[in-house]
């Protein structure tokens, strides 16, 4: 029986250890709490729970979920980028009677 050569495997384990830390540093992931009703006039109402970015109006469920997630990816982008504090709402806004919530991970 034949063994395989390892003789590259400690300049594997180096490679993959300095990739995988790039990506630590690079990915991260938040969680975002997103509350959504209709409204009178019938369109989609979402607004963060968790995190201080203004609500968006809709036409349907998914334009409003996209919506809000492309403002919460910048604004959170914004503050890494200028090392100011992430504005979350702690603790979290309750959804009333008329919401749905969307629990949606933000990778950035």
């Known amino acids: 029986m034949s063994h395989p050569?390892?003789?590259h495997a400690p300049l594997l384990a180096v490679s993959h250890a300095l990739h995988k830390s790039?990506?630590?540093?690079?990915?991260?992931v938040f969680n975002l709490t997103v509350l959504v009703h209709q409204?009178?006039?019938?369109?989609?109402?979402?607004?963060?729970?968790n995190l201080a970015v203004a609500e968006v109006q809709a036409?349907?469920?998914?334009?409003?979920l996209s919506q809000i997630v492309a403002a919460s990816k910048a604004l959170i982008a914004e503050h890494l980028a200028s090392d100011r504090q992430i504005p979350w709402v702690d603790p979290p806004a309750t959804p009333t009677e008329a919401e749905s919530r969307f629990m949606v991970p933000l990778h950035l």
């Open 22 to 28: 790039k990506l630590d540093h690079t990915d991260k």
């Open 5 to 7: 050569d390892l003789s």
């Open 59 to 64: 036409a349907s469920i998914r334009s409003a």
């Open 39 to 49: 409204s009178a006039s019938g369109e989609t109402v979402a607004r963060s729970a």
